[in-house]
């Protein structure tokens, strides 16, 4: 650890899921930013934080706040994260990192500019169980990967004023729920070099359902479905020649594993036993990063998350979904 001082930026559920497991891991929590002073207040009470912010302004400009986690709303990371890094932190921005490439490039360039880290909070990459997938592939006990198959499907709601289903929000299966098969397919296949989608539009215009058909770069094969209506298996399958690794549910939180062979032999049970969500992982991350000047990432470079930004527009561009901030 390199003793960084955490900021949170907004004070919605996935806030308190952060706090909390940065509280499991001990690190330094020191300030809380809210457009509500109330709602500020209430959220360092709970979490036992020094100073709470009635403003994302004052929070970036507290002297004693080194790095800031973005929990808004994809629509307002750009322009959040923006803020913090305007201000000399460091920044953890949710996923989806932002909306759309030219503002993921737009972030990514300004860190750069100012000499620091600003990465995406795929929580999942850091996660034990797929730092040892990891190593079972590049071990090659799967022998050569062929194919990867991924859900995330969730049964949350029809209420067309819920952040899911309004576009002004950024609403939709796809950058809520898809951002995570769709991430784990270039994590462990590469760029993909094809893209195929099919979507279902709710009411509002917002994608209830994502199906994704992509070819990466070695030939191998991704399908991805994302919901927001129903609640699926969420379970993950990586396939090669040797063997295969069937991830259990939830397949990207805290989970356990299975590698077996062709034959049914099993190879590996792998089990996770940690505390907290899991958020934690990433945090330690970001602050291995700072501490050895790697202020692209490692796990989940930078340019890549710009890069999958590119691919989720275009799964969008082919299922007809644009958000009112890109209208113009």
């Not at 949170?8 to 929590?29: E, V, Y």
């Not at 500019?113 to 990459?125: D, P």
């Not at 784990?184 to 199906?211: M, Q, S």
């Given at each position: 650890m390199t003793g960084l001082r955490w900021g949170?930026?907004?004070t919605g559920g996935i806030a308190h899921s952060f706090a909390r497991d940065l509280r499991t891991a001990g690190l330094d929590l020191v300030a809380v930013g809210s457009r509500s002073q109330a709602s500020a207040t209430a959220f360092a009470a709970e979490f036992d934080i020094p100073r709470a912010h009635g403003s994302y302004e004052e929070l970036v400009a507290d002297p004693d706040v080194d790095i800031i986690y973005v929990s808004t709303p994809h629509p307002m990371h750009a322009e959040n994260a923006r803020l913090a890094l305007e201000a000399g932190k460091h920044a953890l921005v949710e996923k989806s990192f932002t909306v759309n490439r030219a503002e993921a490039e737009s972030l990514r360039d300004l860190a750069a500019a100012k000499g620091l880290l600003v990465m995406e909070a795929m929580w999942t990459r850091y996660l034990p169980h797929m730092i040892r997938?990891?190593?079972?592939?590049?071990?090659?006990?799967?022998?050569?990967?062929?194919?990867?198959?991924?859900d995330h499907t969730q049964k949350i709601t029809d209420d067309p004023s819920h952040r899911l289903n309004a576009l002004p929000l950024g609403g939709g299966a796809l950058l809520d729920l898809g951002i995570y098969p769709v991430s784990f397919a270039w994590d462990i296949l590469g760029e993909p070099t094809t893209v195929h989608a099919a979507a279902r539009l709710g009411d509002t215009g917002a994608d209830t359902e994502v199906a994704t058909l992509m070819v990466h770069g070695s030939g191998a094969?991704?399908?991805?479905?994302?919901?927001?209506?129903?609640?699926?298996?969420?379970?993950?399958?990586?396939?090669?020649?040797?063997?295969?690794?069937?991830?259990?549910?939830?397949?990207?939180?805290?989970?356990?594993?299975?590698?077996?062979?062709?034959?049914?032999?099993?190879?590996?049970?792998?089990?996770?036993?940690?505390?907290?969500?899991?958020?934690?992982?990433?945090a330690l991350a970001a602050e291995r990063f700072v501490a050895e000047g790697e202020l692209r990432g490692r796990e989940l470079p930078i340019d890549e998350s710009v890069a999958i930004m590119g691919t989720l527009d275009e799964i969008r561009r082919q299922i007809g979904v644009v958000y009112p901030t890109e209208e113009s």
């Amino acid at each position: 650890m390199t003793g960084l001082r955490w900021g949170i930026l907004a004070t919605g559920g996935i806030a308190h899921s952060f706090a909390r497991d940065l509280r499991t891991a001990g690190l330094d929590l020191v300030a809380v930013g809210s457009r509500s002073q109330a709602s500020a207040t209430a959220f360092a009470a709970e979490f036992d934080i020094p100073r709470a912010h009635g403003s994302y302004e004052e929070l970036v400009a507290d002297p004693d706040v080194d790095i800031i986690y973005v929990s808004t709303p994809h629509p307002m990371h750009a322009e959040n994260a923006r803020l913090a890094l305007e201000a000399g932190k460091h920044a953890l921005v949710e996923k989806s990192f932002t909306v759309n490439r030219a503002e993921a490039e737009s972030l990514r360039d300004l860190a750069a500019a100012k000499g620091l880290l600003v990465m995406e909070a795929m929580w999942t990459r850091y996660l034990p169980h797929m730092i040892r997938i990891h190593e079972i592939i590049d071990a090659g006990t799967l022998g050569e990967v062929r194919a990867l198959f991924a859900d995330h499907t969730q049964k949350i709601t029809d209420d067309p004023s819920h952040r899911l289903n309004a576009l002004p929000l950024g609403g939709g299966a796809l950058l809520d729920l898809g951002i995570y098969p769709v991430s784990f397919a270039w994590d462990i296949l590469g760029e993909p070099t094809t893209v195929h989608a099919a979507a279902r539009l709710g009411d509002t215009g917002a994608d209830t359902e994502v199906a994704t058909l992509m070819v990466h770069g070695s030939g191998a094969l991704s399908t991805t479905v994302s919901s927001a209506r129903g609640s699926g298996p969420n379970s993950a399958h990586i396939v090669g020649t040797a063997a295969r690794i069937d991830i259990d549910r939830v397949w990207y939180s805290p989970t356990s594993f299975t590698v077996t062979a062709p034959d049914g032999t099993v190879l590996e049970r792998y089990e996770t036993d940690i505390e907290g969500r899991g958020m934690q992982f990433q945090a330690l991350a970001a602050e291995r990063f700072v501490a050895e000047g790697e202020l692209r990432g490692r796990e989940l470079p930078i340019d890549e998350s710009v890069a999958i930004m590119g691919t989720l527009d275009e799964i969008r561009r082919q299922i007809g979904v644009v958000y009112p901030t890109e209208e113009s």
